[in-house]
């Protein structure tokens, strides 16, 4: 009964997705719904480690930074096209978080959250000095003219990205009700319990930061063909970390469309205020949002209503 | 469930604004409607101190020309949307500017990063697209409507640091070796990629080719590690903070080298030379403009006046040589353009604008094939004669004097490099 | 080449104390308090920026401005402390959303700054940057020897404070066990408060030295983010030594990197240190 309403209307999302990129005329609402969608396999990426087992990822930006460099070179070696990328970039993306996770995750949480810092100044710093990509002074990805089905090519790597968040937010959906995600909850709340009790903790948390790392880096895949040019510096910002933490967060770290919301809500806020506002002010969104949410309502928006309706939320 | 169908309602809402959008854009147009200029402009995050210079710029240009009438009897209005830096937002603002905000006319924002994500928009709907800063960009899109102001010449990867390497090969005796050094980021790397192939042309001997990451907080090291290899010749491709830090460990460790400089971002703006002062004497850098009797070209004075007046409100560049008045420059071509054209037809502009010869502030531009400058002009200037870290000193002749290009030339070389 | 060794050594060893500066009071918030202060660098550059003011228009010399700015800096941790014990420790949920509000109150920070000083580079200009004096073949810029010398002296000062006084020892107690804290009559809120704002004072004092070295701008601080967690580690989790210790190699790795082998790869090698000790030996290099 569950799992009957989800998939009839995921699938629906992509078709009016699809549809929609033959009815609507500018196509600004692709270029601001990519990004937004983007941030929202990011943000679920992100939540099925840091919200579900509770550790916190800060290498956000690596992992979208591999997925995009896979694409340039792959692109420029052998001419790939994006599709047949993808899936490479998050096997890539993927083996690196599952590196990263059995390097540190055996270790307090804190040290996991420092070396994924660490791993996006050391992958930065390869990718600056590695000059078939292009290295620090950049890359140009030509998008092709012509896209099969579509009429340009943002409209297809809008449905592209569309059905990526669906799929990222099925697979958040599906270990969440399953009991990978009570494991994980078990890790959250208090790990030292969970290994007594049988949960086998490091396998898990494997689990996670591979398939969290493999989002991000799928995610990243399609970002040359957005921007056209990708350099270190923009490929690695920041931005992607900040994001991908205060989304779920202000949606609601413990479930699995809390970090939907999140996105949803912040990534089309600053898409509106990049048009709108257009100041310093546009920045401040973030951290002020972000500090707010923690402070005042830190079980997010999901949170907030379960309060509000009282369907059996958790008093803080 | 409930959240699912938020998501759906939330995109049916955007397509329901957009469809709203184009309605409203649909309506008749009225006559005496303004001109609208489109771009976007980095005013927060890395670029930001240049962007608002230019943004300040191009204002001026936009009241010179309102004052004069307007273009085409038409006020000039600007739609401009802060990119904050970051390349992903750029592809979204000029979809917004061509589609919803129907702009007439659109040019670049600032600097490389934020210019190549435009192109594959601006190419879609074939507008002329002036360029502000951008290094090589057109290389890979090879678009006939692109022109880019910066007078860094039609190869512009090589033609950046000729002058140097012209002046070192014109010294007697000739130096021999040269050492290249700058920072692992877009601008410095692409400089160095010419400056190799300058110095290799030149017939110099590469002792010394590294790159130093950001942040680096000291650079005596790296000089030292120069110093060992004692090459006559020093190329420095680096960004504002470590232009200063290069300078100062230069100063520091008491590097002995002939000739000293060529890339350095930074030393052209006025808190940075200001503050470095007479540890700037001798370095032979670019530059785009400086107050030389040479290069005072027609209405630039008049610019900077009102550039400077504004300047301090804002918090940018008190001085403002380096870009501004390029910022000014390349309105002032489109806006030429359409005034002899007598339309905004984006062909004609671009046939206009590739044929003749513009007289800006920044003297006369005329484009190569490619959209750059068909001759360039990057200065090759040495700071002589720098007593204190006072401001005035820089606004005067013969604190920057230019060594290259010949016909701009005002003043002679301090051979070599002395500490 | 003997040249060109030694100085690379001293270079190191004077940029390792501008990191310790940069470093300790992240070791007594992050180290010590376990609160993970990823917002330090920002008030850093909040500090930088102050004492650019403060040089300016009052014309102090700018290590004076830092140090006296720190009092300033210190009341801002007892504020900022409060709001993390009241939303997040009390609570017991500091992990995640503490990480979360820090990064919130960095971003905020970088934002203020833009807003009231804009985004161009500020640096300072005293008699004795540009200067240095040489030992033998050893050259010592007075530019990175003042931060050292500051760093070490501000180091020295805590170490003095947290081993000799009483308050100094409760902090030390309070981050090993709270509940015998308590039984010695010291309020664990209060000593965590008292804690988190000297980690904050430093920030001022470290920004001061900041800008001493190089210009600034009000994002800088996020390029130093990653080296000075990885100080903390490498130092074992607040020991004020192993900070130091930690800080001058380093320092030393980065600029015997810079010199022999390439600049471009010294934070690569910086933070595959950093990585391999996690692996290796996960409590730091000086780890209880």
Known sequence: ?316 | MQCFSGTRRWALKLAAAAFAGTLAFAAPAQAEKPIKIGFSMALTGGLAAAGKAALIAMEIWKDDVNAAGGLLGRQVEFVYYDDQTNPSTVPGIYTKLLTLDNVDLVVSGYATNMIAPAMPIVMSRKMVFMSLFGLAVNEKFNYPNYFQIMPAGPNPLTDWSKGFFDIAAAQNPKPTTVALVGADAEFARNALIGARENAAKAGFKIVYDKTYPPPTADFSPIVRAIQAENPDVVFVASYPPDSAGMVRAINEVGLKTKLLGGGMVGLQFAALMGKLGPSLNGIVNYDFWVPEPTLKFDGVEAFLKKYQEKAPAAGVDPLGYYLPPYAYAYLQVLGDAVKAVGSTDQQKLADYIRSHTHKTVVGDVSFAPNGEWATPRALMVQFQGINDSGLEQFTKAGARVVLWPEQWKSGTLKYPYAQ | MLDLFLNAIAAGILLGGFYAAMTVGLTISFGQLDIVNIAHPAFIVLGSFCTFVLHEHAGLDPLLAGVLLAPAFFCIGIGVYSVYYGSFERRGDESLRGLAFFFGIMFILEVLLIMTFGVDYRLVETSYIGESIKIGVIGLPFRMLVPFLAALAMAGGIYLYLSKTFTGRAILAVAQDRLALQLMGADPVRTKQIAFGIGLGTAAVAGSLLIMLGPVEPSVGRLYIGRIFAIVVLGGMGSIGGTIVAAIILGVVESMVATFYGPSWSPAVAFGFLLMTLAIRPSGLFGR
């Open chain 1, 1 to 316: 009964m569950r799992i009957g309403w989800f998939y009839p209307i995921a699938l629906l999302l992509v078709l009016g997705g699809a549809f929609a990129t033959k009815h609507v005329d500018s196509n600004f609402v692709f270029y601001a719904g990519y990004v937004v969608l983007q941030f929202i396999v990011l943000a679920t990426a992100w939540n099925i480690l840091g919200g579900f087992t509770g550790y916190v990822n800060f290498g956000t930006a690596a992992f979208f930074a591999v997925g995009a460099y896979t694409t340039i070179a792959l692109n420029k070696a052998l001419g790939l096209p994006l599709l047949a990328i993808m899936p490479i970039a998050g096997i890539i993306a993927g083996l690196i978080g599952l590196a990263a996770g059995y390097f540190t995750l055996r270790l307090k949480g804190v040290f996991f959250s420092i070396a994924t810092l660490a791993l996006a100044v050391v992958l930065e710093t390869a990718v600056a000095n590695w000059g078939y990509v292009g290295g620090a002074s950049g890359s140009y990805v030509i998008p092709p003219a012509e896209v099969p089905f579509f009429d340009n090519y943002i409209e297809g790597l809008f449905s592209l990205m569309l059905l990526l968040a669906v799929v990222a937010v099925g697979i958040a959906r599906y270990i969440a009700l399953s009991k990978i995600g009570r494991g994980f909850a078990a890790i959250r709340d208090d790990e030292v319990a969970a290994e007594c009790m049988g949960v086998p903790t490091l396998r898990l948390k494997l689990i996670a930061t591979t398939l969290s790392g493999a989002l991000m880096g799928i995610a990243g895949a399609p970002y040359p063909f957005y921007v056209t040019y990708v350099e270190p510096t923009s490929a690695f910002s920041l931005t992607y970390a900040v994001n991908s933490i205060a989304m779920p967060l202000i949606g609601g770290t413990t479930t699995w469309f809390g970090p939907v919301i999140g996105a949803v809500l912040l990534g089309s806020l600053q898409q509106w205020a990049t048009v709108t506002i257009s100041s310093e002010l546009n920045l401040l969104i973030v951290g002020v949002t972000l500090v707010a949410f923690v402070v005042l309502a830190p079980q997010g928006l999901v949170g907030l209503a379960r309060k509000l309706f009282g369907r059996g939320g958790r008093t803080p």
